[in-house]
């Protein structure tokens, strides 16, 4: 991604600093102020403002206002408030983006504040690397998570099927998303959401082939076939009907109030773990998680255990101690630990993590035994993403609908994957 502003962009920027201004002498003209800004959905905006709310009450005087978007308006207006010096103090960050943020010098490095403000001693020291850009330190892990399917299994029990085990292949998937389709147990309802255009179901199918989306020095790691097969896997669902329909996958907003599974058009769809709390918040029926399909049965996952976003600190901040300062109180005090739960993930803090396991539903304890329960199917955490991962993100999607509504071949999918990624990365 770029962080060039586009006139939609400045709009909507704009938009940011004229509410601001509105404000005059309020919360925002005040000296310790912070502002956050972060992506989700509603229940977990409520759970970060209640944890501001108690930071506020151990700290007097401090004013936080936080906004709040869903994933894919998130990036515009984050890049847009960066190039336009309005960037919020505490910034939600991707392991997607975070070598790109940190390259273009718009987080600060936060190694200095170990331990003195950042007592992140008993975090899991792969988390710690997770958010290392060239020997620096930019993002405290806000939990674990993993890649995982998010399954209906009152709608496999109203079709009577079996629900997936951890060795159902692709193939024995796109059969049971058939079966479920063609039960007709619900009005327009499918086996499964379509993922061919999903950047964390495509890296798992190529790390169970041995391969992976990108080189530690920042090269395509895939070829034109890798990506084909992925392409024709998925057209051969669709053409079954195991799938939900182009157009009603077209719908989702990377939210999980648009999921094919939450408005009521498939069975299951995938996600992180962490999710499944949100999931299961707007979903009657009671859900599980299960893990991507294997290629084969005898594949080795293609898994990893992520940090599931981070909390960064904008280099711009006129704050930073402070915003340090709230950082370290969101993932080390007990009270926000239980407010929080593991709707961020599963907290990298071993102390924290035990305050939670005692307080967690049943909701909340299913990602917690789904992560730890990976076994072999979990593997290395890959190098983070380089400059352009976004953007390259984009581009799967697009094509996969390109494929969908039967604009490109598989074959031809591929090669332009491939050529386009190549080329954004070359830019660097």
């Not at 899991?124 to 620096?136: C, L, N, R």
């Not at 998303?177 to 063609?182: S, V």
């Not at 993403?385 to 390259?392: C, K, Q």
Request: charged share 25%; hydrophobic share 40%; glycine share 10%.
């Amino acid at each position: 991604m770029s962080f060039r502003v586009s006139r939609r962009n400045f709009m909507a920027g704009g938009a940011t600093l004229l509410s601001l201004s509105a404000l005059g002498n309020s919360a925002f003209a005040q000296e310790n102020r912070l502002r956050l800004i972060w992506w989700g959905s509603q229940p977990r905006a409520d759970r970060t403002n209640k944890v501001s709310d108690l930071f506020k009450a151990k700290n007097s005087g401090v004013a936080i206002t936080g906004e709040f978007l869903g994933w894919a308006d998130y990036w515009p207006r984050l890049a847009t408030q960066v190039a336009g010096r309005n960037a919020p103090d505490v910034i939600q960050m991707d392991y997607r983006y975070i070598v790109e943020y940190a390259r273009r010098g718009a987080l600060a490095p936060l190694e200095s504040y170990m331990p003195s403000k950042l007592q992140l001693d008993d975090f899991d020291p792969a988390q710690i690397e997770g958010g290392k850009v060239d020997g620096h330190f930019y993002g405290v892990s806000l939990g674990a998570n993993s890649a995982a399917t998010v399954i209906n299994t009152v709608a496999f029990k109203e079709a009577g099927i079996d629900v997936p085990t951890n060795k159902t292949t692709w193939e024995e998937f796109g059969k049971i998303g058939a079966e479920i389709t063609k039960a007709g147990k619900r009005k327009g309802y499918f086996g499964f959401a379509d993922g061919s255009g999903g950047e964390p179901l495509f890296e798992n199918y190529l790390r169970q082939r041995g391969k992976a989306l990108y080189t530690a020095d920042s090269k395509i790691a895939f070829g034109a076939e890798d990506a084909s097969e992925w392409f024709d896997m998925w057209a051969k669902f669709r053409e079954a009907g195991a799938c939900v329909t182009p157009d009603i996958q077209a719908l989702y907003k990377d939210t999980i109030d648009t999921s094919p599974l939450t408005v009521g058009k498939a069975a299951c769809d995938y996600a992180h773990s962490n999710q499944f709390v949100g999931y299961q918040a707007m979903v009657k029926d009671k859900l599980m998680l299960s893990n991507y399909m294997r290629i084969k049965p005898d594949s080795k996952g293609g898994h990893y255990r992520k940090p599931s976003m981070f909390f960064s600190v904008s280099a711009q901040s006129k704050a930073i101690d402070q915003a340090v300062d709230y950082v370290n109180f969101f993932v080390k005090n007990p009270d926000a630990a239980k407010i929080l739960d593991v709707e961020r993930g599963i907290p990298e803090s071993k102390a924290m993590r035990d305050v939670v396991a005692g307080t967690l539903d049943e909701t909340g304890k299913v990602p917690l035994e789904y992560v730890s329960g990976l076994g072999d199917l979990a593997g290395p955490l890959p190098p983070p993403p380089p400059t352009g991962a976004g953007e390259g993100q984009v581009v799967l999607r697009t094509i996969s609908e390109q494929v969908a509504f039967g604009q490109l071949t598989p074959a031809d999918a591929g090669k332009q994957l491939v050529d386009e990624i190549t080329r954004i990365l070359a830019r660097g």
